[in-house]
């Protein structure tokens, strides 16, 4: 078992039953193109894969794990828009892996470094997709550091709620 | 080196999958350039995510409808009474502008059989319902549940009834993805209802809707109506796509034109998607009985027709011309020389009135004028028929008759009485509008 810098103490390693590992995932790809369809603001400060996503690399605490977990749901995310297979996927391996990293380290039960972990990955998410869409597909992309700031602390507050939702579904390794 | 590898196995893997990833993104962009699409390329592990969220998603969608009808049309009827009064009055009101506009319509569709032009129109659509999204404001897409299986193909335009939505981008059996006009990736060609200068619509990074390509000394009033111009060869030319918001310099030398769209394509429900295009040209039926040419010069000022005696004379002295003459040739149309009506005739300021934009045609020019081609030569071979044709006397189209609509007057069947070969009362009709035919009687039944 890891220990963690923060509190000394060892940290769980937990992991998910297959139908969780599945269906949480395909269950915030579709609540995040549904949700839009009524709320057309949601798609522009909300990333429910992001947050499961973070969700499960902390969890699981293995960066191997997480990246690949960041890569299924980011390239899954990919698949739902026009654009080329791969900006989200990049964005979310990177994502995936800083997490499971962190997880590793840091005690990241309690609200408020869920909070901070959220707000940061969200930022590191958002420059990352800007990145390789400008870089690498050539895509008109315009940054704006109150967009990503609202957007990350929206991401964030949501994330917090859902965690401790999802925390339900861990099971002790 | 097996320490370093055992050491570094997390970050080597990382590296690994961002090296695959970014290089099948690298494959994809490529295809783009070369032409190809990303869609096709990557179709197959798209219909798999695709396939696994849209049943869901039309599953709650049905759920969601079930549920608001049951609630509409059963429980919710309160006011239906006044509403459906309301209702009646504004169909009344419907009726009358109907009726105005149907006038107009039939005169623009008479002045496009004159001028043979061909337009595309909508033959067939098919209602569909928006059940998802890309779930990302960086790819403005919907998906919609009619797809192949309903004749769905791509690059077809999806409308709703107050604008254009967008085009069809991919296609699954069940399903497609529809582009917004709102995603930078798209392009309209569109027209301004009243200045008609001519542009490309584009989405923006942040979702907004601009007009490109309009050069910056021109005056855009805000306000003003965007509609298809039918150049991109994906929407019909006429349809409503939105209004003009606001108006700035832009790069270069264009002006930054904002609009608004016309169709709410942040909440869409229902779509139509236009299946079926058709390309026609007007024909004389479609047109209606009477010339535009007729109608025109029913419209314009004229000079009172002479007084019952002399149209008497007149009537008397044209007694002695066959009926049949006008029919020789197996021609049926005596009455082509119906477009020299009482009204025409009396407009002798109008032999060479130009049509706006096509100088130098004559053909072009006769055809839509009063004195056309055809009326010279009808009057040239028959003036005495045509003079003596009541006002009221029902019209009909000029018709090509037995003369090929290339041919020039000097081919056509000789006239039969004598007063067809007398001098022609218009004489402004210039030779080589004969030998080119006007454009309005080259449509042939």
């Known amino acids: 078992m890891p220990i963690t810098y923060t509190s000394n103490e060892q940290v769980e390693v937990y992991r998910f039953s297959i139908p969780v590992t599945i269906g949480i995932p395909l269950l915030a790809l579709f609540a995040q193109a549904f949700i839009p369809l009524r709320f057309p603001r949601f798609a522009v400060y909300f990333d429910l894969p992001l947050l499961v996503t973070i969700f499960f690399s902390m969890a699981r605490r293995n960066p191997v794990a997480g990246l690949f977990t960041g890569a299924v749901i980011g390239l899954a995310q990919d698949m739902l828009g026009h654009n080329p297979i ?28 869920r909070f901070l972990v959220t707000l940061g990955f969200y930022l590191v998410h958002s420059a990352v997709y ?6 690498l597909v050539n895509m008109t992309q315009t940054w704006s550091w109150l967009h990503g700031m609202l957007a990350g602390l929206a991401n964030a507050a949501l994330g917090v709620l859902l965690y401790f939702l999802l925390d339900k579904f861990k099971q002790r390794t | 080196m097996e320490s370093v590898l055992g050491r570094y196995r997390n970050l080597i893997i990382l590296v690994g999958v961002l090296f695959l990833q970014v290089l099948g993104l690298a494959t994809q962009v490529r295809e783009d350039k070369r032409g190809g699409s990303d869609a096709q390329s990557t179709r197959l592990i798209r219909i798999w995510v695709v396939g696994a969220i849209t049943p869901f998603e039309r599953g709650l969608v049905w759920i969601q409808d ?32 109907q009726v105005r506009l149907s006038e107009d319509a039939a005169q623009a569709r008479r002045l496009q059989t004159l001028l043979a032009f061909k337009e595309e129109f909508i033959a067939k659509t098919v209602a569909a319902q928006v059940i998802g999204s890309s779930g990302s404001d960086l790819s403005r897409t919907v998906y919609i549940d009619k797809g192949e299986n309903a004749g769905i193909k791509r690059d077809m335009a999806v409308m709703t009834a107050d604008g254009i939505v967008g085009k069809v981008l991919v296609v699954y059996p069940s399903v497609s993805q529809v582009l917004l006009i709102n995603d930078q990736s798209s392009g309209v060609g ?3 209802e009243k200045t008609r200068l001519q542009g490309v619509l584009k989405g923006t990074s942040t979702g907004e809707v601009v007009l490109e390509r309009v050069m910056s000394d021109e005056q855009v009033p805000l306000g003003e109506n965007v ?23 832009g790069k270069d030398l264009f002006l930054n034109i904002k609009v608004k769209p016309a169709a ?7 779509v139509l998607v236009l299946i079926e295009k058709q390309e026609r040209q007007q024909t004389a039926e479609d047109s209606g009985r009477m010339r535009a040419a007729d109608i025109l010069a029913q419209r314009l ?28 040739g197996g021609s049926k149309p005596t009455t082509t020389a119906s477009t020299a009506s009482p009204t025409t005739k009396n407009l002798p300021g109008a032999h060479n009135a130009p049509v706006a934009g096509q100088p130098g045609k004559p053909a072009d020019l006769t055809s839509s004028s009063p004195t056309s081609a055809s009326a010279n030569r009808a009057a040239d071979s028959k003036p005495a028929v045509s003079r003596t044709k009541p006002a009221d006397a029902p019209l009909k ?11 020039s007057p000097s081919q056509a069947p000789p006239a039969t009485s004598p007063e067809q070969s007398a001098p022609a009362q218009t004489p402004s009709s210039p030779p080589q509008s004969d030998s080119q035919p006007p454009a309005g009687e080259a449509s042939p039944q």
């Open chain 2, 264 to 270: 709410n394509l942040s909440k869409l429900e229902e």
């Open chain 1, 86 to 113: 791969g900006i989200y996927g990049i964005a979310k391996t990177v994502v995936g892996y800083g997490a499971s990293s962190l997880g590793v380290k840091l005690d990241v039960e309690n609200a408020g470094a």
């Open chain 2, 397 to 407: 189209v000029a018709k090509p008759s037995s003369a090929p609509s290339g041919s």
């Open chain 1, 130 to 135: 800007f990145t390789v869409a400008r870089g």
């Open chain 2, 227 to 249: 509609l298809t111009s039918g150049g991109d060869q994906i929407f019909p030319k006429g349809l409503p796509v939105g209004t003009v918001e606001k108006v700035g310099n």
């Open chain 2, 66 to 97: 079930g549920t608001s009808n049951l609630w509409h049309n059963y429980f919710y009827l309160r006011g239906v009474r006044a509403e459906n009064r309301q209702l009646k009055e504004q169909i009344e009101q419907m009726r009358l502008e």
């Open chain 2, 190 to 192: 569109v027209i301004l």
């Open chain 2, 301 to 328: 000022p004229s000079v009172p027709d002479k007084p019952p005696e002399d149209a008497k004379a007149a009537a008397a002295a044209t007694t002695g011309t066959p009926k049949s003459a006008a029919g020789t």
